[in-house]
């Protein structure tokens, strides 16, 4: 069971705005720049992301929303991750429900909210 997308409409609304600031400092976490698909404008997401031996892995806590979307479709995105921007390419949806990408603490805290799905991306050359 991933988070209900009702939780992913507040947390976009109210949580994001206050512990914005905090994430941006955490390990683990980090913000997506993206644009939309259609209205080009530029949003920003908070994520749970982990470094992997090949880049990046996003843990996708509410299944694939909107925001999964747009890097999809745009093929990139920039990454905050501690206050530093990283341009990421390639993104590519993987379905790995042992969550290999993710260090062993985070695993069974994923593994409890049913989080089986990531979005892979590669540092842009």
Request: charged letters at 20%; hydrophobic letters at 40%; glycine letters at 8%.
């Amino acid at each position: 069971m991933v988070l209900p997308r009702r939780m992913a409409r507040i947390n976009r609304v109210a949580s994001n705005h206050v512990l914005g600031p905090i994430v941006r400092q955490l390990p683990g976490f980090g913000i997506v720049v993206h644009h939309g698909r259609r209205s080009g404008r530029e949003y920003r997401t908070p994520v749970n992301i982990f470094k992997t031996r090949d880049g990046y892995a996003v843990a996708l806590v509410y299944g694939v929303g909107d925001w999964t979307r747009n890097v999809l479709a745009a093929g990139d995105c920039v990454v905050e991750i501690r206050r530093h921007p990283v341009r990421l390419t390639d993104p590519r949806l993987v379905h790995d429900p042992t969550r290999a990408a993710v260090p062993p603490p985070v695993r069974p805290m994923l593994a409890a909210i049913g989080v089986t799905d990531f979005l892979h991306l590669r540092p842009a050359p």
